[in-house]
């Protein structure tokens, strides 16, 4: 069962893609608005499953489940371009490879297209091991 269960309405995109990370990734991307959304989430490893009910693609409201790491005991879930700087958002597109390669424990999601959408996303904190003594 999840640890948390998240249901984020009307996420918009611009730019054809919603990224769910911790906060500390858009460091040193500059500041636009800020994220569609923002929650708080104890800081982890966690197994993401997310999907996308109303999306334009199909493959999107199927269940897909992802590595997501929280360092900062924050989530956000937004199209990056009403957070990355407009100065430097070909260079963060550039970097990413338009989202193709992202850093472990970040989530970037093809919508498809633009529009305002239904994010559901249950994190499930990964096990840690303890050292024994």
Known sequence: MADHMFVFPDTGVDAGFIVIADPSFYEGWGTKHGPTHSVDVENGDYIAEWTIPD????????????????????????????????????????????????????????????????????????????MER
């Not at 009403?82 to 338009?98: E, T």
């Not at 424990?105 to 633009?114: E, M």
């Open 55 to 130: 999306g334009w693609l199909e493959e999107n409201r199927k269940p897909t489940e992802q590595p997501l790491k929280i360092t900062s005991g924050r989530l956000w879930v937004s199209d990056p371009c009403y957070i990355v700087g407009d100065d430097k958002w070909m260079r963060y597109l550039k970097r990413y490879k338009c989202h193709d390669e992202m850093p472990e424990g970040v989530i970037a999601i093809n919508t498809g297209g633009d529009g305002g959408f239904t994010v559901r996303l249950n994190l499930t904190k990964r096990a840690t091991k303890r």
